[in-house]
Nanobody, 124 residues
């Protein structure tokens, strides 16, 4: 079992920045991939970024590339999402997710563990 707790969401003006954190606990010694997903009202959950825990290989969605950066701190078992130049379209509930595999995927169905989500609202 892996427990995930997100933090760092909030309200920000367009052009501003936020940093999300996801702290992992439990079975964190297994090789795994972690990712950030988001879901806006009336829309499907979509991948934002993902990272392999062992070597730090990353994936970033085209819609946020150049603005968002995913990273992790192995010693703290924590993943981050630095979000810069935020736009109103980035408003959503952001979820942290993990899968106990070394294979990086972008499909939400492949992730077994999920955090409770944190709201990000970007005002225009």
């Amino acid at each position: 079992q892996v427990q995930l707790v997100e933090s760092g969401g909030g309200l920000v003006q367009a052009g501003g920045s936020l940093r999300l954190s996801c702290a992992a606990s439990g079975r964190t010694s297994s090789p795994y991939v972690m990712g950030w997903f988001r879901q806006a009202p009336g829309k499907e959950r979509e991948i934002v970024a993902a990272i392999t825990w062992s070597i730090g290989r990353t994936y970033t969605a085209e819609s946020v590339k150049g603005r968002f950066t995913i990273s992790r701190d192995n010693a703290k078992n924590t993943m981050y999402l630095q979000m810069n130049s935020l736009k109103p379209v980035d408003s959503a509930v952001y979820y942290c997710a993990a899968r106990t595999s070394h294979v990086l995927t972008t499909n939400a169905a492949d992730y077994l563990y999920w955090g409770q989500g944190t709201q990000v609202t970007v005002s225009s």
